[in-house]
Nanobody, 131 residues
Framework: QVQLQESGPGLVKPSQSLSLTCSVSGDSITASGSAWSWIRQAPGKGLEWMGAIRYDGNPYYNPSLKWRTSVSRDTSKNQFSLDMHSVTPEDTAVYYC???????????????????????WGRGIQVTVSS
């Protein structure tokens, strides 16, 4: 059974960078056909897909966040990470890592706010951006 676990700071100051890591067990992030995403949910709002990294290492991003977001991986640790710079209080949210969606595309980012696109989730990590 695949398990995902987010880790990182719970509090970040405005204008600084946010870095989160997702540790995966029970599946390989290089498994053919797989993709691994970061999704967030701000207070009172719906899910927002941020980006994904595919099994072959190719990243895909929500165009609205692409200029300040990076998704990378460490295959030796079976982990993938999210880096976001220039954060503001509007980036305060619960951040989730998840398996999916299949065959990601940056052009279809609006579809990826649907939780049904993912078949495994981490528990989420609260990140607050505040001075």
């Amino acid at each position: 059974q695949v398990q995902l676990q987010e880790s990182g700071p719970g509090l970040v100051k405005p204008s600084q960078s946010l870095s989160l890591t997702c540790s995966v067990s029970g599946d390989s992030i290089t498994a053919s056909g797989s993709a691994w995403s970061w999704i967030r949910q701000a207070p009172g709002k719906g899910l927002e897909w941020m980006g994904a990294i595919r099994y072959d290492g190719n990243p895909y991003y929500n165009p609205s966040l692409k200029w300040r977001t990076s998704v990378s991986r460490d295959t030796s640790k079976n982990q993938f990470s999210l880096d976001m710079h220039s954060v503001t209080p509007e980036d305060t949210a619960v951040y989730y890592c998840a398996r999916g969606p299949p065959n990601p595309s940056s052009y279809r980012s609006a579809e990826y706010s649907d939780s049904n696109k993912y078949d495994a989730w981490g528990r989420g990590i609260q990140v607050t951006v505040s001075s």
